[in-house]
């Protein structure tokens, strides 16, 4: 920004004439940008970049807390709701990396999306696939949670881990290939295009897949999970919700709330005002984005809040990974004490 500014303070500056609704130029330009024609303005500036750069440098390591818990506990429970909440955060370990750092940080404030349109589209069919993969496994765990409140009988005949680790392969593995059509996604910030029947279709598609078919499926399972719930507290004791009860609901309720915004403005973007000439648009767009991307970091004060077994666990995981550290550092004639290894969890524990 300081080299910009010496090779420019010599040179006659023009001030473009600004619209009323301040998205850019006079309206003698027809909205085309002369000097940067790809790019829309950006009136947050540097703050989706700080922003994006905490959320990866703090959710990042979290989530791979998270992720060791979580194995932890899957491996020795055995319990197929830890099994869908490992899948679900390494999903959310993927979302990041690939759409925090690679698409918005390295794409978008590194390289300035001066990146080839091949290497954009490609990127976008892991981007989407990521997505799809993350919110879909909640589906799954949505359903588990279903199943085994509604139906107790059925579901303590048919699960198991091996069908559980087959049915997230399967989504998996349909979260990359819905994420392929993909790869003609429309550019929102540089296309200045109308968009075509594809780029509806892909636009529909997107919201169907990411917030209307999984909201849909959270409310009827969350609603028949609660009835359930209504009806045993009649005929007998007032029911204790437990705790993977808990963290479904919590899990649902914030990717319903966090996502909303980029549906609706991908749909107002879509049928009412585009990116690229209206700068509230563009800032909404922003705002939404990193609200969505916000559903990838907060499951893990989500679990410490609802449940001491994870608590416990992660406690153990920073214990197990700081002993060999305080090891290494002692004197070599120095003889460690033996330490006492943490309890393993009861049997029947439940998260």
């Given amino acids: ?4 500014g010496q090779e420019t ?3 006659l500056q023009v001030t473009p004439t600004v619209t009323p609704n301040g998205s850019g130029l006079s309206q003698e330009f ?3 940008w002369p000097e940067i024609p790809e790019r829309s303005p950006c009136v947050a500036g540097v703050i989706p970049v700080i922003y994006y750069s905490v959320l990866l440098g703090l959710g990042l390591p979290v989530n791979l807390l998270t992720t060791v818990a ?3 506990l899957a491996a020795r429970t055995r319990k197929p709701s830890y099994y869908y909440l490992l899948a679900l955060t390494a999903s959310d370990v993927i979302t990041q990396v690939v759409i925090v750092f690679v698409g918005f940080l390295l794409q978008g404030a590194v390289l300035a999306r001066k ?5 954009v589209r490609a990127a976008n069919i892991l981007e989407f696939a990521a997505n799809h993969a993350s919110i879909w496994i909640a589906v799954l765990l949505t359903v588990d949670r279903y199943s085994a409140l509604c139906h107790p009988l059925h579901h303590r005949a048919t699960s198991s881990p091996g069908r559980t680790r087959r049915a997230i392969a399967a989504v998996l593995g349909a979260a990359l290939l819905t994420g392929i059509p993909f790869y003609w996604w429309m550019d929102v910030w540089r296309d200045e295009d109308p968009p075509s029947t594809l780029d509806k279709v892909l636009k529909w598609a997107h919201c169907l897949i990411v917030y209307f078919i999984p909201c849909g499926v959270f409310l009827v399972a969350n609603s028949a999970i ?3 719930l209504q009806r045993r507290g009649q005929s007998g004791p007032r029911p204790r919700v437990g705790k993977s009860t808990a963290i479904l609901l919590g899990v649902t309720t914030l990717f319903a709330l966090l996502w909303a ?3 609706f403005v991908m749909l107002y973007h879509l049928y009412v005002a585009p990116v690229y000439r209206d700068w509230r648009v563009h800032l909404a767009l922003d705002v939404a984005n990193m609200a969505a991307m916000l559903n990838t970091a907060v499951n893990f004060g989500l679990y410490s809040f609802v449940s001491k077994t994870f608590r416990a666990t992660v406690q153990e995981v920073i214990h197990d990974t700081h002993l060999p550290c305080t090891l290494g550092s002692q004197p070599a004639g120095m003889v460690a004490e033996p330490v006492l290894k ?3 969890l009861p049997k029947g524990a439940e998260l």
Avoid at 1 to 4: E, G, N, Q, V
Avoid at 115 to 119: E, F, K, L
């Fill in 261 to 263: 915004p980029r549906i």
């Fill in 70 to 72: 979580l194995a932890r």
């Fill in 1 to 4: 920004m300081r080299l910009a």
């Fill in 115 to 119: 990146v080839p349109q091949a290497v």
């Fill in 226 to 228: 609660v009835c359930q």
């Fill in 342 to 344: 943490p309890a393993g």
């Fill in 30 to 32: 027809e909205g085309h």
């Fill in 9 to 11: 303070a010599g040179q």
